[in-house]
């Protein structure tokens, strides 16, 4: 394979609610743990307003933008492309998208046999 391969994607919906919030907020970061409620969900901070331990995992960035998940979380994501989306709906409590009548969702696909061996690094 000859291109990078992400292990998350935003569309153009989620990218411009980025750019909208980092707009109001400057620059900003995602988490998405494996918690109940708003914790199932991608949540976008303030950079630097969440920490993030040695445990987590850096999955990528999306419009320069950092995307974490916790490492248990990922034991079962690992496997999948996430996809940031946007619907319509109030956001997590302490997300950033709270209040403007949108939300972060992740959707996902599997990744292919391929894409999965050009992830994992060399033995």
């Known amino acids: 394979m000859d291109?990078?391969?992400a292990r998350v994607t935003a569309t153009q919906a989620a990218l411009d609610l980025i750019a909208l919030l980092r707009g109001r907020h400057g620059p900003l970061m995602f988490f998405q743990s494996g918690g109940?409620?708003?914790g199932s969900t991608p949540m976008c901070y303030p950079a630097g307003e969440f920490a993030i331990s040695?445990?987590?995992?850096?999955?990528?960035n999306?419009?320069?933008t950092p995307f974490y998940m916790g490492s248990?979380?990922?034991?079962?994501?690992e496997h999948t492309q996430l996809i940031i989306d946007v619907v319509d709906g109030n956001g997590g409590m302490f997300s950033l998208d709270n209040g403007t009548g949108r939300r972060f969702?992740?959707?996902?696909r599997l990744?292919?046999?391929e894409?999965?061996?050009?992830?994992?690094?060399p033995a």
Do not use: K, M, N
Not at 72 to 77: D, I, N, R, V
Not at 115 to 121: F, H, M, S, V
């Open 3 to 5: 291109h990078v391969i």
């Open 36 to 38: 109940c409620c708003d």
């Open 54 to 60: 040695d445990t987590d995992v850096y999955l990528g």
């Open 62 to 64: 999306l419009d320069g």
């Open 72 to 77: 248990e979380q990922f034991e079962y994501w």
């Open 105 to 108: 969702l992740t959707r996902s």
């Open 111 to 113: 990744f292919s046999d």
């Open 115 to 121: 894409e999965l061996a050009a992830l994992r690094p």
